[in-house]
């Protein structure tokens, strides 16, 4: 691969370049790269403040200014970009508006961890569609990578989304990845060993704020 083309990757977030048994599984990507114009609506002034613990008030406006013109196209095609950014603020708004059909697709992206960065706002979006098929990606995805040290992705993040859920939900599927978890923090002493769910509690209030407002 020419040093050009690792950095168009590295810059859209693939840094770690990893084979895995998800590589095989379809991708979901645009046939055609995405306008400057388009970014600059769809993704520019959003996707830093994504996934944040907290968000201001100019953040929320311009969600909610730009809501009503979000449709199953516009998400799609920032969902099929290859790039951390596109993909991650995709995700996002799939779920501002409920779109249910698209949880292969960003299930798919969690499991293929092809671009940083994304990985925790896909595992928040299945912790908020809260259906059979969101929990196994999560526990799919908690099934391999738990079991790659050597990969610092998303683990924690996917792990507290499940956490969330059996919250949520009454059940308790984060007993069987306890112990993977353990032994997947032995080389990341600084890692938080705790499982919180207060971020994605914060998150799910926050869309469904924006989802409220008229």
């Not at 992705?153 to 939900?169: G, M, R, Y």
Request: charged share 20%.
């Amino acid at each position: 691969m020419h040093l050009s083309e690792r950095l168009k990757l590295h810059s859209a977030g693939a840094t770690i370049i990893h084979n895995s048994p998800f590589s095989e599984l379809p991708a979901f990507l645009n046939e055609e790269q995405l306008s400057k114009p388009f970014i600059d609506k769809w993704v520019q002034s959003f996707y830093m403040q994504i996934g944040y613990a907290e968000h201001d008030n100019d953040f929320y406006q311009k969600v909610i200014a730009i809501k009503n013109e979000i449709t199953p196209e516009v998400v799609a095609q920032l969902l099929g970009n290859f790039d951390w950014r596109t993909r991650q603020t995709g995700a996002y708004f799939a779920a501002i508006k409920n779109y249910t059909q698209f949880i292969d697709v960003i299930g798919v992206h969690l499991l293929k961890s092809e671009v940083c960065y994304a990985g925790g706002i896909y595992a928040f979006v299945m912790a908020w569609f809260n259906t059979d098929k969101c929990i196994t990606y999560l526990k799919t995805y908690l099934d391999y990578y738990l079991l790659k040290p050597e990969l610092w992705f998303d683990q924690a993040q996917v792990l507290e989304a499940l956490k969330f859920l059996d919250d949520v939900n009454g059940n308790n599927n984060t007993a069987e990845h306890l112990s993977n978890w353990g032994k997947f923090l032995q080389n990341k002493p600084y890692w938080n060993k705790h499982i919180e769910t207060t971020k994605i509690e914060y998150q799910i209030k926050q869309i469904k704020k924006i989802q409220e407002h008229k």
